[in-house]
């Protein structure tokens, strides 16, 4: 049987998540803080691990945080992660898997700085801190086959080639580099001073300097351009 792509249970992931963010958010007067005006604040600085769904399905990654203002900071984060083609459907069969078309498997591991902001710090109580992120830089692709092309065809000749599962090929790739960027909007939950937890919600696009050949020449040329939308957790300690 298929299994279904993520793509297509995505949108409603994303709207029964927004959902729930939205009814969390509770407006309150302005508040006192430990923090003087314009000094970064307790909540600004950390680190932490990052678990993401995307449209090619799950990723892990991690953070670092730096106060910068009272309400705004430095961000650096990396993860790791498989590249799909949207059209891609696994199909099981006589305890077997197997994917029509697919050419090469994709790693990608994003390593990009930016800033978030804090949203409506003087409106909203600490246990609710929503933020907007921009983020941007490299990223390492690592492109590995498939199948074996025994015949240098590029497409998969059932019966006369092997294919590789995702583990075993990846000594056979080849490294590929891009740029990437992220705009998502989120929030942290809690009033620990310690420990943060929160979600994210955003886009992300990364734009490889070579193709990247996922599906067979003939069902689609080589892609430069990735794009998802992403749903993040994240878990961390403030510093």
């Not at 307790?42 to 106060?67: C, K, M, P, V």
């Not at 979600?199 to 070579?210: D, W």
């Not at 050949?213 to 794009?227: I, K, M, N, T, Y």
């Not at 992403?230 to 510093?239: D, N, Q, S």
Request: aromatic fraction near 12%; charge should be negative; glycine fraction near 12%.
């Amino acid at each position: 049987m298929p299994d279904r792509s993520a793509s297509r249970r995505f949108p409603l992931s994303i709207v029964a998540v927004a959902a729930i963010v939205l009814t969390c958010v509770r407006p309150a007067g302005a508040q006192g803080t430990d923090d003087a005006p314009g000094e970064p604040e307790g909540y600004g600085s950390g680190f932490g691990a990052e678990i993401l769904l995307t449209n090619s399905g799950f990723g892990l990654g991690g953070y670092y945080n730096r106060s910068m203002t009272d309400a705004t900071s430095f961000m650096a984060e990396f993860s790791l992660g498989a590249g799909k083609d949207e059209r891609e459907l696994k199909f099981f069969r006589f305890g077997s898997s197997y994917i029509p078309k697919k050419a090469n498997y994709l790693l990608m591991m994003p390593i990009q700085l930016g800033a978030t902001h804090r949203l409506f710090r003087d409106t909203i109580e600490d246990n609710f801190r929503p933020y907007v992120q921009v983020t941007a830089g490299p990223t390492f692709g690592w492109e590995y086959p498939y199948f074996d092309d025994l015949n240098r065809n590029g497409e998969y000749d059932a019966g006369e080639e092997q294919t590789y599962d995702s583990i075993g090929a990846l000594p056979k790739g080849e490294l590929r580099f891009g740029m990437g960027g992220t705009i998502a909007i989120g929030a942290h939950f809690g009033s620990s001073k310690r420990v943060a937890q929160g979600i994210r919600i955003g886009y992300s696009v990364t734009r490889f300097f070579e193709g990247i050949q996922l599906l067979e020449p003939q069902v689609q040329e080589a892609q430069h351009v990735f794009g998802t939308p992403t749903i993040t957790l994240t878990f961390g300690r403030l510093i």
